[in-house]
């Protein structure tokens, strides 16, 4: 157990339509990474809040987003889903944030039919 | 762009057999790490390397960073059913996030 949880595991889903993920990072972490992983693609980052705030961003889609709240929570939500949007998402949490293990949750396995 | 390669992508071997997984990459990371993954859960951390020409041991498993920290191998020694999962390498990136190769997958036959 890696300390780090989200919320659901599973989500299915329709074309078109609109979901939130959500993740509790470990005790005492300030960052939040998400992560999208497919079978063709593998592991891609998608944004990084640290302490509430953006730090970074990577291949992240226009109709997602994401926050962090001030307990620390974070949220991705992603809109309009499109049948490609099926994957796997993780997040992962670390103290600082830069160049720091990260420790991975469980994942949301989100199918969209 | 850093991008991470990892060989083979698909390994499938003998109980007591001997493997090696390999991640390689033009770009030079300041740091590599090795993850193994389970149907249905997150990566787990394996190891961290740092140093060019680094090598770690965990057990059955060997890893090594190699000099010009562009590449790094896991050796794994007598493979247990138990060490069947998806090894992920990932590096550095310049934002701070990780970069993972897209994996080997590993199934470990009794």
């Known amino acids: 157990d890696s300390g780090v949880t989200q919320t659901p595991k599973h989500l299915i889903t329709a074309?078109?339509?609109?979901?939130?993920?959500?993740?509790?990072?470990?005790?005492g972490d300030l960052s939040v990474y998400w992560y999208q992983q497919s079978l063709d693609q593998g592991l891609q980052f998608l944004i990084q809040y640290y302490n509430g705030?953006?730090?970074?961003?990577?291949?992240?889609?226009?109709?997602?987003?994401?926050?962090?709240?001030?307990?620390?929570?974070?949220?991705?939500?992603l809109s309009s889903l499109e049948l490609g949007d099926s994957a796997l998402y993780f997040c992962a949490s670390a103290v600082g944030g830069v160049q720091e293990t990260q420790y991975f949750g469980p994942g949301t396995r989100l199918l969209v039919l | 762009t850093q991008l991470l390669e990892q060989s083979p992508q698909f390994l499938s071997i003998q109980e007591g057999e001997n493997l090696t997984v390999y991640c390689n990459s033009?770009?030079?990371?300041?740091?590599?790490q090795w993850y193994r993954q389970e149907p249905g859960e997150g990566p787990v951390l394996l190891v961290t390397v740092v140093t060019g020409g680094e090598v770690?041991?965990?057990?059955?498993?060997?890893?090594q960073f190699g000099d010009a920290r562009k590449d790094s191998s896991l050796h794994i020694t007598a493979a247990q059913p138990g060490d069947t999962g998806l090894y992920l390498c990932a590096g550095a990136g310049s934002q701070g996030n990780l970069i993972f190769g897209k994996g080997t997958k590993l199934s470990v036959k009794p």
């Open chain 2, 56 to 63: 770690k041991k965990l057990k059955r498993l060997t890893f």
């Open chain 2, 26 to 32: 033009s770009s030079v990371f300041s740091s590599l």
């Open chain 1, 53 to 77: 705030e953006e730090r970074a961003k990577g291949n992240i889609l226009e109709r997602f987003s994401a926050q962090q709240f001030p307990d620390l929570h974070s949220e991705l939500n």
């Open chain 1, 15 to 27: 074309t078109g339509q609109r979901v939130t993920l959500r993740c509790s990072p470990r005790s």
